[in-house]
């Protein structure tokens, strides 16, 4: 590999986002040799659009809130689907986590007497989201970043890992990939490797994720031998654009509902006292004036339907929609002009008023949005160990989206950013001790070159596919077939659509030269989402129920068969395969608290 550009490292980050810059910090002051590898340029990561805030159980609005509330929280929201281990952690860690941004730079939004301030979102049962006006990723990307930089982690921008590398025992000990701009090669040696590459939402048609979310980490998990859980837990965030069309699947935070904004349809009513769910009845309003008492007196407070679970929010729009009493563009209305003083928006909510206003010509301080369902994050990923975020294949780890098991079948809002704080962590120290303790094996120039020859080969066919036409293809696809609701026979559909889309991908082809060529690149990316679009679509004709962000109309309720049991896709023979897991039983001092009253 005389003339392959090659790096070596004990640890090599690949992703940017929040949970690989926490990764990557944590591997360095362990003392491991750790680079950073990210497909855009640093500080542009996904998390940015992070909006609303970080969930943590700090009790500085609410004394009573506490970890093992937010456990529950998360646990039912997941709709205890969730990996319980990684649940509790999350719950116990995330406060740490939140002061430690604090310690280093991050400048939160304060309470009276100079406490981090937290606002409500949906799920949980008290206001626990740490948050910075509506830029919260973006504070946090901010201050993870100065601190990775100031402790001179070396960091490579602008590259696409191809692929992982094993060697004979199975083991990862390096990655290929090549510099954006130049279509050069470069190899990363690395005696452990942590996955940090976020979603896959640009499978989909209309979302909310920026262009990087292409399922790259998932893929290269999935062909480097590990297993991947609930692929068919796809969560559609209640209130993306709908209009106009070239905003459509933009995200509108949460952080308006929580807030106190409130969905209305076309007759202008509060759709959503007529969607509560046994789960969350309880700690719901039974009546508008109850839930308006939220805004005006703490003391009487009971969570305003509108901050049920993303899940259940989601399929509410939709069904109001479907049933014609949505918005003239498709929608339904979110209104917060008529909850809170124009200064207060524009104060507490900068993004959405400048994004509207902007975008859609529309006055939030004055004019209801019109928002809709937009695909938005997976629960399911690569299956990890809670408390290393190891995968299945030794010497890789995995944290933030891209990894399985902490949110079960839905994410509540706000518990994203903890996660990639607390496991970005978790997987940085654990990489770092396996570097340290095991010994560098060489990636083989076989093993480079089969896979350098594999990502040219997209120049050699002639008058082949499109790229384009086929990623628009596959996005229609799964946004009529794979989308919010699903049945059977459409899932078979898609199945076999996508097995035609993949025969097509075979045969890509691009034209130019490897410098600055997006067709090339589209090309590549196509193979990570038909491969999350495989598992995803193969585990939603598995699980013969509706469950979190996986609905079927043809097994509307949740069957208690499938919680025990996570869908594990893996690589066999060459072809996706799903089989059954049993989850393990979580301990009875945990499963208590679900026996105590609301």
């Given at each position: 590999?005389?003339?392959?550009?090659?790096?070596?490292?004990?640890?090599?980050?690949?992703?940017?986002?929040?949970?690989?810059?926490?990764?990557?910090?944590?591997?360095?002051?362990?003392?491991?040799?750790?680079a950073l590898v990210c497909?855009?340029?640093?500080?542009?990561?996904?998390?940015?659009?992070?909006?609303?805030?970080?969930?943590?159980?700090?009790?500085?609005?609410?004394?009573?809130?506490?970890?093992?509330?937010?456990?529950?929280?998360?646990?039912?929201?997941?709709?205890?689907?969730?990996?319980?281990?990684?649940?509790?952690?999350?719950?116990?860690?995330?406060?740490?986590?939140?002061?430690?941004?604090?310690e280093w730079g991050a400048?939160?939004?304060?309470?009276?007497?100079?406490?981090?301030?937290?606002?409500?979102?949906?799920?949980?049962?008290?206001?626990?989201?740490?948050?910075?006006?509506?830029?919260?990723?973006?504070?946090?990307?901010?201050?993870?970043?100065?601190?990775?930089?100031?402790?001179?982690?070396?960091?490579?921008?602008?590259?696409?890992?191809?692929?992982?590398?094993?060697?004979?025992?199975?083991?990862?000990?390096?990655?290929?990939?090549?510099?954006?701009?130049?279509?050069?090669?470069?190899?990363?040696?690395?005696?452990?490797?942590?996955?940090?590459?976020?979603?896959?939402?640009?499978?989909?048609?209309?979302?909310?994720?920026?262009?990087?979310?292409?399922?790259?980490?998932?893929?290269?998990?999935?062909?480097?031998?590990?297993?991947?859980?609930?692929?068919?837990?796809?969560?559609?965030?209640?209130?993306?654009?709908?209009?106009?069309?070239?905003?459509?699947?933009?995200?509108?935070?949460?952080?308006?509902?929580?807030?106190?904004?409130?969905?209305?349809?076309?007759?202008?009513?509060?759709?959503?006292?007529?969607?509560?769910?046994?789960?969350?009845?309880?700690?719901?309003?039974?009546?508008?004036?109850?839930?308006?008492?939220?805004?005006?007196?703490?003391?009487?407070?009971?969570?305003?339907?509108?901050?049920?679970?993303?899940?259940?929010?989601?399929?509410?729009?939709?069904?109001?929609?479907?049933?014609?009493?949505?918005?003239?563009?498709?929608?339904?209305?979110?209104?917060?002009?008529?909850?809170?003083?124009?200064?207060?928006?524009?104060?507490?909510?900068?993004?959405?008023?400048?994004?509207?206003?902007?975008?859609?010509?529309?006055?939030?301080?004055?004019?209801?949005?019109?928002?809709?369902?937009?695909?938005?994050?997976?629960?399911?990923?690569?299956?990890?160990?809670?408390?290393?975020?190891?995968?299945?294949?030794?010497?890789?780890?995995?944290?933030?989206?891209?990894?399985?098991?902490?949110?079960?079948?839905?994410?509540?809002?706000?518990?994203?950013?903890?996660?990639?704080?607390?496991?970005?962590?978790?997987?940085?120290?654990?990489?770092?001790?396996?570097?340290?303790?095991?010994?560098?094996?060489?990636?083989?120039?076989?093993?480079?070159?089969?896979?350098?020859?594999?990502?040219?080969?997209?120049?050699?066919?002639?008058?082949?596919?499109?790229?384009?036409?086929?990623?628009?293809?596959?996005?229609?696809?799964?946004?009529?077939?794979?989308?919010?609701?699903?049945?059977?026979?459409?899932?078979?559909?898609?199945?076999?659509?996508?097995?035609?889309?993949?025969?097509?991908?075979?045969?890509?082809?691009?034209?130019?030269?490897?410098?600055?060529?997006?067709?090339?690149?589209?090309?590549?990316?196509?193979?990570?989402?038909?491969?999350?679009?495989?598992?995803?679509?193969?585990?939603?004709?598995?699980?013969r129920e509706s469950r979190?962000?996986?609905?079927?109309?043809?097994?509307?309720?949740?069957?208690?068969?499938?919680?025990?049991?996570?869908?594990?896709?893996?690589?066999?023979?060459?072809?996706?395969?799903?089989?059954?897991?049993?989850?393990?039983?979580?301990?009875?001092?945990?499963?208590?608290?679900?026996?105590?009253?609301?």
């Amino acid at each position: 590999m005389s003339d392959q550009e090659t790096h070596h490292y004990d640890v090599v980050v690949i992703g940017a986002g929040g949970a690989g810059l926490r990764a990557a910090i944590e591997s360095l002051t362990t003392g491991a040799r750790t680079a950073l590898v990210c497909k855009s340029l640093l500080g542009k990561a996904h998390t940015v659009m992070a909006e609303g805030g970080v969930a943590a159980a700090m009790g500085n609005v609410w004394p009573e809130d506490n970890w093992k509330v937010h456990f529950r929280d998360t646990m039912r929201g997941g709709k205890m689907l969730n990996n319980w281990r990684m649940a509790q952690l999350h719950a116990q860690e995330a406060p740490e986590r939140v002061y430690e941004l604090e310690e280093w730079g991050a400048l939160f939004d304060r309470t009276p007497d100079g406490r981090i301030l937290q606002r409500d979102f949906g799920g949980h049962r008290f206001a626990r989201l740490a948050h910075v006006g509506d830029r919260t990723g973006l504070e946090l990307i901010r201050t993870l970043q100065q601190r990775a930089v100031g402790l001179g982690i070396d960091v490579f921008m602008e590259c696409k890992i191809v692929r992982l590398l094993v060697d004979r025992d199975g083991a990862t000990n390096g990655a290929v990939g090549f510099w954006r701009e130049s279509g050069r090669f470069v190899t990363f040696a690395a005696k452990a490797i942590v996955l940090a590459t976020g979603g896959v939402g640009k499978t989909w048609q209309f979302t909310s994720n920026s262009w990087e979310s292409t399922g790259d980490g998932h893929a290269l998990a999935l062909w480097a031998g590990a297993d991947l859980i609930d692929m068919e837990c796809v969560q559609f965030h209640p209130t993306g654009m709908v209009w106009p069309p070239s905003a459509r699947g933009l995200l509108v935070t949460e952080g308006v509902r929580g807030d106190g904004g409130v969905l209305k349809n076309i007759d202008g009513e509060r759709f959503m006292f007529n969607y509560i769910s046994p789960y969350f009845a309880a700690e719901t309003a039974d009546t508008i004036a109850e839930a308006d008492k939220w805004y005006t007196n703490k003391a009487d407070y009971r969570r305003p339907p509108e901050l049920l679970p993303r899940d259940e929010v989601a399929r509410a729009i939709n069904t109001e929609v479907k049933s014609g009493r949505g918005s003239p563009h498709g929608g339904v209305f979110l209104d917060i002009a008529s909850r809170r003083p124009a200064e207060e928006i524009r104060r507490r909510l900068p993004s959405m008023y400048h994004q509207f206003k902007q975008l859609a010509d529309v006055d939030i301080t004055t004019d209801a949005m019109e928002v809709g369902p937009t695909c938005h994050y997976i629960m399911g990923g690569v299956r990890v160990e809670a408390d290393t975020a190891a995968t299945t294949v030794p010497g890789l780890f995995a944290a933030g989206e891209v990894a399985g098991g902490m949110h079960g079948a839905n994410r509540l809002g706000g518990n994203s950013l903890s996660d990639l704080l607390v496991f970005g962590r978790r997987a940085g120290l654990a990489a770092a001790q396996y570097a340290l303790s095991h010994p560098a094996v060489a990636p083989t120039e076989s093993a480079v070159v089969s896979v350098t020859e594999h990502a040219l080969s997209f120049f050699a066919h002639d008058s082949g596919e499109n790229p384009y036409a086929l990623h628009q293809d596959l996005q229609e696809t799964m946004q009529s077939l794979v989308g919010i609701i699903r049945v059977e026979s459409e899932l078979v559909e898609a199945r076999e659509k996508l097995a035609e889309l993949a025969e097509r991908a075979s045969k890509l082809s691009v034209e130019g030269n490897r410098s600055f060529n997006p067709g090339w690149h589209l090309a590549l990316d196509l193979e990570s989402m038909l491969a999350c679009a495989f598992c995803t679509t193969l585990g939603a004709i598995e699980r013969r129920e509706s469950r979190g962000g996986h609905t079927r109309d043809d097994y509307p309720t949740p069957d208690p068969a499938f919680e025990t049991i996570n869908m594990v896709t893996r690589l066999s023979g060459g072809e996706v395969a799903v089989t059954h897991l049993p989850r393990p039983a979580m301990p009875a001092e945990l499963a208590e608290l679900f026996e105590e009253s609301k």
